[in-house]
């Protein structure tokens, strides 16, 4: 019983010291690795070997899935004495093998070009039966802030709370804001108050001497970008001035429509009233009489007025009578020439009518235009 409890005591203390001697990975890099977008990484893994390693060299680097339901993808792999880097479609042409030949004991790999979605934890296996041995490391792919955009919130006036940001559209968190500034003696405020997370400056119940030149900086672990503002704190407007000269523009906007329409309400009844005249038929006026109508109706009245008239005063009407021009030489233009004078037969038309019985008349002479003398 001694005998077989000693040389299982050796037998233990040979695997020991088999195991002790065996496949072992001896780099002990920094976990974990924060790295910026665009740059590149060394994931080191170093090993070494012992006699008893005897069999074929395999290494595997895999990205280890963050689901336990997920599978691993495979990065890159080292087998049969060949590399194969383009393994896995979205790190094709970024990762390679640190060493042409592996197999002296270096397995550390290569990433270029970081991207965001490189970020998770990678292992490192080699396998040299009986020998088998693993390591993993946590990458981080931050991505550094872009430079970001300064502005002020509301109305840069005297006596209001004016706050100050900072924004910017990329970069890894945590971000982490800062504001100074640069002129004026460097100093803040005193009524400032900073919020490095939001990145904003709350400048409460501003006076003139918060104007100036201020600086942010937003940065992360793997970077950092600043912008600049330049304040303006102003007076207050006058608004009792602003007030006064809004009523007095309005006052005179409704005076330039007043007269505006008075100018057309006249220009219209002007032509309304010249259309009218142009139509209108005056009835008081009566149409000018011809020279004949005149004649005949004054010698109407006359007869009728002569039938009252005694004996010797139509005599005496007779022989005027006889110097009246008739009808014809009466109605003649006196650019004609003078008529022939009349026969004996005419000048005795008056007589003979005084015999077979007709009134003499007695017409009122008349000028050229045929108004009554």
């Known amino acids: 019983m001694e005998l077989s409890a000693a040389r299982l005591s050796f037998?233990?203390?040979?695997?020991?010291?088999?195991?002790?001697?065996?496949?072992?990975?001896t780099s002990?890099?920094?976990s974990p690795i924060e790295k910026a977008?665009?740059?590149?990484?060394?994931?080191?893994?170093?090993?070494?070997?012992?006699?008893?390693?005897?069999?074929?060299?395999?290494?595997?680097?895999?990205?280890?899935?963050?689901?336990?339901?997920?599978?691993?993808?495979?990065?890159?792999?080292?087998?049969?004495?060949?590399?194969?880097e383009d393994y896995y479609a979205p790190m094709k042409g970024r990762v390679h093998f640190n060493s042409p030949d592996p197999k002296t004991g270096d397995a550390s790999i290569n990433l270029t070009g970081l991207k965001s979605s490189d970020s998770g934890t990678f292992q490192c296996k080699v396998k040299k039966a009986p020998g088998i041995r693993s390591k993993k490391m946590l990458l981080i792919v931050m991505v550094r802030p872009n430079k970001p955009r300064c502005y002020a919130e509301g109305a840069t006036e005297e006596g209001k709370d004016i706050v100050l940001k900072c924004l910017t559209s990329e970069g890894s968190k945590p971000l982490q804001y800062s504001w100074e500034k640069t002129s004026d003696g460097k100093l803040l405020p005193a009524s400032a108050v900073m919020d490095p997370v939001a990145g904003t400056i709350n400048v409460r119940n501003a006076s003139a001497s918060a104007s100036g030149t201020y600086r942010c900086v937003a940065s992360n672990r793997v970077g950092s970008e600043e912008c600049m503002l330049q304040l303006n704190v102003t007076p207050p407007p006058n608004t009792a001035g602003i007030v006064a000269g809004a009523i007095i523009a309005v006052l005179l906007i409704l005076i330039i429509i007043a007269i505006i329409l008075i100018c057309f309400c006249r220009a219209r009844n002007r032509k309304k009233y010249e259309k009218e005249i142009q139509n209108d038929i005056r009835e008081d006026v009566p149409p000018p009489k011809s020279r004949v109508s005149t004649a005949h109706s004054f010698v109407s009245s006359q007869r009728s007025s002569l039938g009252s008239m005694s004996p010797s005063n139509l005599h005496a009407m007779k022989t005027q009578y006889d110097k009246i021009p008739s009808s014809e030489e009466y109605e003649r233009p006196p650019s004609h020439a003078p008529l022939p004078p009349p026969s004996s037969?005419?000048?005795?038309?008056?007589?003979?009518?005084?015999?077979?019985?007709?009134?003499?008349?007695?017409?009122?002479?008349?000028?050229?235009d045929g108004s009554i003398v």
Do not use: H
Request: charged content about 20%.
């Open 28 to 30: 002990s890099g920094q």
């Open 37 to 84: 977008s665009g740059q590149s990484v060394k994931l080191d893994c170093q090993f070494t070997l012992a006699p008893e390693d005897s069999g074929p060299l395999d290494i595997e680097w895999s990205l280890l899935a963050s689901d336990n339901q997920k599978e691993d993808k495979v990065v890159i792999l080292y087998s049969g004495d060949r590399a194969y």
């Open 11 to 25: 037998i233990l203390l040979d695997l020991l010291a088999g195991l002790a001697w065996g496949l072992e990975i």
């Open 345 to 368: 037969a005419a000048r005795m038309a008056g007589p003979n009518l005084n015999r077979m019985g007709a009134i003499p008349v007695m017409i009122p002479a008349q000028n050229r």
